[in-house]
């Protein structure tokens, strides 16, 4: 795990430590030393703690005048267990609706696992973008299927024609803005 980094394609363009308003703001990353992991194994130290043991984010970039966020994520998605979308949505989402971000891209292509509980925290975050919108790119089909059965996808749009492959050869701003094209056309706006 300790080989896999979050994207760094972005940090001409954005950068989470740099920005006043990110949770992440002045945070320094000491790129010799590994010290967080999840199970035991040591993840790049470029991966933000968010508050969970299983579950570490990079925000990849943030537009304030459009509203948009890319976070990207490592590890499992446990709601079970650890209520990782608690500890996403109050310190990482929260911190981001406060600066007017609505429409937020997540990346899940290294979320190993997904362990549902119930989906409040999904339906509070709904509600809380209601001129916006959260979708979901790159997440593994088993974990997708995992989230549905938890209705998740009643809150977060994912799957067809939003599965962007080549997301990491866009600039960021055109990836926010194709994603948000396709979503006004599945909501025929």
Not at 8 to 23: A, F, N, R
Not at 92 to 107: C, N, P, R, S, Y
């Amino acid at each position: 795990m300790h080989v896999i980094e979050p994207f760094y394609g972005w940090l001409k363009y954005y950068d989470s430590s740099k920005d006043e308003y990110s949770p992440f703001h002045g945070k320094e990353y000491n790129y010799d030393t590994y010290s967080d992991t999840i199970y035991g194994y040591y993840i790049d130290p470029g991966w933000d703690f968010m508050g969970s043991e299983t579950l570490y984010v990079k925000i990849l970039y943030l537009d304030y005048d459009q509203g948009y966020a890319v976070i990207e994520f490592i590890g499992e998605w446990n709601d079970a267990l650890n209520n990782d979308i608690m500890h996403l949505k109050r310190n990482i989402v929260d911190e981001l609706l406060a600066a007017e971000i609505t429409k937020f891209i997540l990346v899940g292509e290294n979320i190993l696992n997904f362990h549902g509980s119930d989906d409040s925290y999904y339906e509070e975050w709904f509600e809380d973008v209601e001129e916006g919108w959260v979708t979901a790119i790159g997440f593994r089909d088993f974990v997708l299927a995992e989230m549905n059965q938890f209705n998740i996808d009643t809150y977060i749009n994912s799957g067809g024609n939003l599965e962007v492959i080549n997301w990491r050869t866009m600039k960021p701003q055109l990836l926010c803005q194709l994603i948000d094209g396709l979503i006004q056309k599945r909501l025929g706006v």
